[in-house]
């Protein structure tokens, strides 16, 4: 297993922070779109559960990368009220670069001002698949670090833009 970890400034209170990022479809989005790190491809979503947040909530990730199916569902496994949420790949994954994930987000407020310290994490392994085993061995840590980026910049740029228009 392999775990990376970011941080980042959002200037916004602890509160709103975490309700977007709470939303997988915010932190999700640069999987719904088409880019190189994706190959050109985008994943689908699906709520699987009654509730689209907190303990338990459920989702699913669907679709093809480069050919081959993308099918993976994730379920929350721990989840404090604007302080941090943790999620994982459940059941079997059919993903390329990575055979299992687990994500934490940590919410922490910063002095000064309403500034929230956001930390990010994500711990995972590589495929099975001895194919997608070489594939991961150059990829996975390239992917999993942009995944985090985006996740925390996207994010930032869009909780703070809220702030400017209001």
């Known amino acids: 297993m392999k775990t990376l970890s970011k941080s980042i400034i959002i200037h916004a209170i602890p509160e709103k922070v975490f309700a977007y990022m709470d939303n997988i479809a915010n932190t999700g989005m640069h999987m719904t779109k088409s880019s190189k790190p994706m190959m050109g491809s985008k994943l689908e979503l699906k709520q699987l559960s009654l509730n689209a ?46 055979g299992w994930y ?12 309403p500034n ?33 980026n985006n996740m925390l910049n996207d994010s930032k740029k869009m909780l703070e833009a809220n702030q400017k228009i209001k």
Do not use: H, Q
């Open 53 to 98: 947040t907190g303990l338990n909530s459920k989702f699913r990730w669907y679709g093809k990368m480069m050919g081959f199916t993308m099918d993976f569902t994730v379920v929350v496994t721990k989840w404090i009220k604007d302080k941090e949420k943790v999620w994982e790949t459940i059941g079997k994954a059919k993903m390329i670069i990575l």
């Open 116 to 148: 929230t310290e956001v930390e990010l994490s994500i711990t995972y392994t590589k495929p099975k698949n001895i194919f997608f085993k070489f594939i991961a061995f150059f990829l996975a840590p390239l992917y999993a670090n942009w995944c985090l």
């Open 102 to 113: 687990r994500m934490r987000l940590v919410i922490l407020s910063s002095p000064g001002g």
